[in-house]
């Protein structure tokens, strides 16, 4: 997923994290960092191509905002990966509490003088 992959970079996490709390314009962003416009530029590029940050023009400047529909994306993933690990481990509590209450547990969690023998 190439939003991902845009997401890695400390710096670009950094600019969605400014822009998600105002508009701001190349410079404004390249302001905020020790990097030069033209690594700022490339960063919001990289942004602009994951769909994680749009641009417009206003006069002859390009004002920067976050782009929402990218960030529902990065949401969607994270909740497909919330259900799939949450019932996961809903099956591990429900194998723990049978295993418990059978009194079937392997040495290493069973209380002392519990489970099987080594």
Same mark, same amino acid.
């Given at each position: 997923?190439?939003?991902? +992959? +845009?997401?890695?970079?400390?710096?670009?996490? /950094?600019?969605?994290?400014?822009?998600?709390?105002?508009?701001?314009?190349?410079?404004? &962003?390249?302001?905020?960092?020790?990097?030069?416009?033209?690594?700022?530029?490339?960063?919001?590029?990289?942004?602009?191509?994951?769909?994680? &940050?749009?641009? /417009?023009?206003? +006069?002859?400047?390009? &004002?920067?905002?976050?782009?929402?529909?990218?960030?529902?994306?990065?949401?969607?993933?994270?909740?497909?990966?919330? /259900?799939?690990?949450?019932?996961?481990?809903?099956?591990?509590? /429900?194998?723990?509490?049978?295993?418990?209450?059978?009194?079937?547990?392997?040495?290493? &969690?069973?209380?002392?003088?519990?489970?099987?023998?080594?």
């Amino acid at each position: 997923m190439e939003v991902f +992959a +845009a997401l890695a970079d400390d710096t670009r996490r /950094r600019i969605v994290e400014l822009l998600a709390r105002e508009e701001l314009l190349a410079g404004e &962003v390249a302001a905020h960092f020790g990097s030069s416009r033209p690594a700022i530029s490339h960063h919001l590029k990289v942004l602009r191509e994951a769909g994680l &940050v749009r641009s /417009r023009v206003d +006069a002859q400047r390009r &004002v920067y905002s976050v782009d929402p529909a990218g960030l529902d994306a990065v949401e969607a993933w994270a909740a497909t990966q919330r /259900r799939f690990w949450n019932a996961q481990l809903d099956r591990l509590a /429900r194998r723990i509490e049978r295993d418990l209450a059978a009194g079937d547990l392997p040495p290493a &969690v069973a209380p002392p003088g519990k489970g099987t023998a080594p």
